[in-house]
């Protein structure tokens, strides 16, 4: 605000540049929906550097409409002198809405020529009783006025003929802005794709274009449009493919989406970020569409803790469905190299108590790899040599306790994939030596590679026989593997401790 907004000001006005304007009053700056702000201790911040700001400059030509719901980190920061509170729902706003809906019905008739003609038989439209109707079933809400607007003007489509004449009185039996969702994300719901889209404009963490979105979900831009096409009333639809973002017209149908009370078949469940994340990783190692490439590095792993950290969802039956909706496509990332790596992601560098305390998730993950391997196609070769990034903020330092029985099952299934490398992937081979000579294992969390995992659990299963050949104890005991972590080179460091050898 001092850079952008103050310093700025102060200038022109000592520039005398401002002289004019100000003889009609002093300038105001409107900020709305401060309570959407997730930093609170920034709103906080914001809040007291402009009242610190008119303190040292009381006769300063500038004023501040702050508008906001009543949230109690706004409102205590706002009760001082200076300060003008008023509560907006003292004020019917229902003459600026009928006057909004007026203005945008008569741009609306000279646009479109089904309600010229309307117009031309039947006299004014809409009707002097039909206006009433509209501003009093907004409820005193912009976004609701401005949202059955949007319905009712929306052009026609093949799925839905409907005029708009047709679709004002269907406006007056919605019930408020969830009514008008549901009758909106109906005209769509039959299309190909149409889940996927709406969950996925729900759930992004940034927008994208509609190309971006179709590159996502590996389907074609007019499959995505032929869906967005007909929710143009709730959701920004740009003009075209390749720039513009795809927006939801306003906050509430997020929260909409997410509530399933109120959503009802249209409800985006919190699991649907772990096909989000899936998304995100086949799009991460192609580059068929800039848009989703970038978007899928920066974010494949925030979705998948999104997903692996909501206690709305049961984590085992959610990959158990996921395993059953996801077909090994044609042209994407076969699933079994996807759930090698989020697997193997959960157990080092997440709180994998929340899932097992034993090595289940280690297991899988061997497992999963070995099904990929079984899949020997090019994204199988990018997913084995290409690096990503993994995010590790949250995670500390840990012991696992590795059992004979659960090395004998990490091997068999490395056993499957060593086989599978040397008949497809030679290149990718480290040689059987190093393992011998190494005591430790590291490896880059930032540049971390399918067959990083490979040698990861190659490295396990090697040094475990090893340390069990010097113990020379039978039958073999738990093996204790210290996992570390590096933050200034970004490391995750791997360790063998044999119980027996240190008691």
Same mark, same amino acid.
């Given at each position: 605000?001092?850079?952008?907004? /103050? ?23 409107? &900020? ?16 007291? =550097? ?11 030509? !500038? ?14 920061? !706002? ?13 019917? @706003? ?23 003609? /309307? ?6 439209? $809409? ?33 839905? $003929?409907?005029? @708009? ?27 190909? =794709? ?24 590996? &389907? ?13 009333? &709730? ?34 469940? $919190? ?31 925030? =979705? ?84 990503? /990034?993994?995010?590790?903020?949250? =995670? ?48 880059? !969390? ?31 005991? @738990? ?25």
């Amino acid at each position: 605000m001092e850079r952008l907004v /103050y310093e700025p000001f102060q200038a022109a006005l000592q520039g005398g540049r401002l002289i004019k304007t100000l003889l009609k009053g002093p300038f105001l700056i409107v &900020i709305d929906g401060l309570d959407e702000c997730d930093d609170k201790q920034g709103v906080k911040e914001l809040i007291d =550097h402009m009242l610190d700001f008119f303190k040292k400059h009381p006769s300063i030509p !500038l004023r501040i409409f702050i508008a906001s719901r009543v949230e109690q980190h706004i409102r205590a920061h !706002l009760k001082t002198d200076g300060v003008l509170v008023r509560n907006l729902d003292d004020d019917s @706003p229902d003459e600026d809405i009928d006057q909004f809906l007026q203005t945008s019905f008569q741009i609306a008739a000279k646009q479109d020529p089904i309600i010229q003609a /309307y117009i031309h038989g039947h006299g004014s439209w $809409p009707t002097t009783s039909d206006m009433g109707k509209l501003t009093g079933h907004s409820r005193g809400s912009f976004a609701l006025a401005s949202a059955i607007f949007e319905f009712i003007r929306q052009p026609s489509s093949r799925e839905d $003929p409907t005029t @708009p004449m047709d679709r004002l009185p269907l406006t007056l039996e919605m019930n408020g802005l969830d009514g008008l969702y549901t009758q909106t994300l109906a005209r769509s719901e039959h299309l190909p =794709h149409f889940r996927n889209i709406i969950s996925t404009v729900a759930l992004l963490m940034e927008p994208l274009p509609i190309v971006g979105i179709a590159g996502l979900l590996g &389907i074609e831009a007019f499959e995505a449009i032929r869906v967005l096409m007909n929710l143009q009333a &709730i959701i920004h639809v740009p003009g075209t493919d390749e720039k513009g973002e795809v927006t939801l017209c306003h906050t509430s149908l997020r929260d909409f989406f997410t509530t399933e009370s109120r959503s009802g078949s249209f409800f985006v469940p $919190p699991s649907y970020h772990l096909y989000l994340s899936y998304f995100c990783i086949s799009s991460a190692l192609e580059n068929n569409n800039e848009q989703a490439h970038v978007y899928g590095r920066q974010y494949f792993d925030s =979705h998948w803790r999104l997903f692996a950290g909501s206690t709305g969802c049961n984590f085992f039956q959610e990959i158990e469905k996921f395993k059953a909706r996801q077909p090994l496509l044609v042209d994407r990332l076969p699933y079994h190299a996807f759930l090698c790596s989020v697997f193997f992601y959960t157990f080092f560098m997440m709180d994998r108590r929340r899932w097992n305390e034993g090595l289940d998730l280690l297991i899988e993950c061997a497992k999963q790899l070995a099904l990929a391997m079984e899949c020997p196609d090019r994204h199988i070769r990018l997913w084995l040599g290409e690096k990503l /990034y993994y995010s590790a903020t949250d =995670h500390r330092e840990e012991a696992f306790r590795l059992s004979e029985r659960a090395h004998e099952a990490l091997q068999h299934d490395l056993q499957c994939v060593s086989t599978a490398i040397h008949a497809n992937f030679p290149q990718f081979l480290n040689p059987p030596s190093n393992f011998r000579m190494i005591n430790e294992f590291t490896v880059n !969390l930032d540049r971390l590679s399918g067959i990083d995992v490979f040698n990861m659990l190659n490295w396990i299963v090697a040094h475990a026989r090893l340390e069990w050949e010097d113990l020379k104890i039978t039958p073999n005991p @738990p093996l204790e593997l210290y996992a570390s972590y590096d933050w200034m080179r970004g490391s995750l460091i791997l360790d063998f401790h044999g119980i027996g050898r240190h008691q």
